[in-house]
């Protein structure tokens, strides 16, 4: 099933749904307004361009499902962008970043649970206008390009979370580890001892609780990053 532009507006819970397993697709933008809430109903859905919630009392229930955000638009200067508002009326479950082009979050995202970004697809996180991604779930770059900003990642499962990229080095610009059971870093890259999490110029890793497991690779930082070791249950580098 698929829409143009689709708008959910005005009080109460508007749900996606079909009698058969499907993923709901827009084929511009998704716009959830004026104090509605709109449920995934166990679908997934793929939106192609803008994402925009910018009203207070407007929310998304995602339940356990997935949001592919499919960018067909490659160009840098254009992104499509997603404005959640606000993680805790507004959060997602799983995120898949698809397609050639940009997408480009506006604010800050709560990922209860996993994010990908394909091969070929591109995510771009603030410069400018730093924002911060927080996950429960896996990272996992399949091919893709992930480009930091000035902005920050963090862990924030209860589980260990897996960090992986098919190949090269996973880029951060600030990630925080907050996990009691570890971010495990193994399967970065495919060379043993030269592929790992690489934190840029200025930016920082913060080990606030629990350990980023690198073993076979590697934490490497550039001479104007910095590593803290924050609160009563820093972790370290294993």
Do not use: C
């Not at 979050?105 to 924002?131: L, Q, Y």
């Not at 902005?151 to 580890?177: C, H, I």
């Amino acid at each position: 099933l698929s829409y143009y532009n689709l708008r959910v507006e005005n009080s109460g819970t508007k749900q996606l749904r079909t009698s058969d397993a499907t993923t709901f697709i827009v084929l511009n933008d998704l716009t959830i307004t004026n104090g509605a809430a709109l449920s995934l109903n166990s679908q997934n859905l793929e939106v192609q361009h803008s994402w925009l919630n910018a009203v207070a009392g407007s929310t998304f229930l995602p339940g356990t499902n997935s949001v592919i955000f499919r960018s067909i638009i490659n160009d840098p200067l254009a992104p499509v962008t997603v404005t959640v508002r606000d993680t805790a009326q507004n959060p997602f479950h799983h995120v898949v970043v698809a397609g050639i082009g940009y997408t480009k979050p506006s604010d800050n995202w709560k990922v209860r649970g996993n994010f990908t970004i394909e091969s070929g697809s591109k995510f771009i996180m603030g410069t400018a206008t730093p924002t911060t991604l927080s996950l429960e779930g896996n990272w996992t770059n399949l091919g893709g390009t992930f480009t930091a900003g000035k902005s920050t990642v963090r862990f924030d499962g209860t589980a260990t979370q897996f960090l992986s990229k098919v190949s090269g080095n996973a880029l951060f610009y600030n990630l925080v580890v907050n996990n009691p059971n570890s971010v495990n870093a193994n399967s970065v890259g495919t060379l043993v001892g030269d592929n790992g999490v690489y934190i840029d110029s200025l930016g920082s890793i913060t080990l606030q609780n629990g350990n980023l497991i690198t073993r076979s690779r590697y934490l490497s930082m550039h001479p104007n990053a910095s590593l803290v070791r924050s609160g009563a249950t820093a972790g370290h580098i294993d």
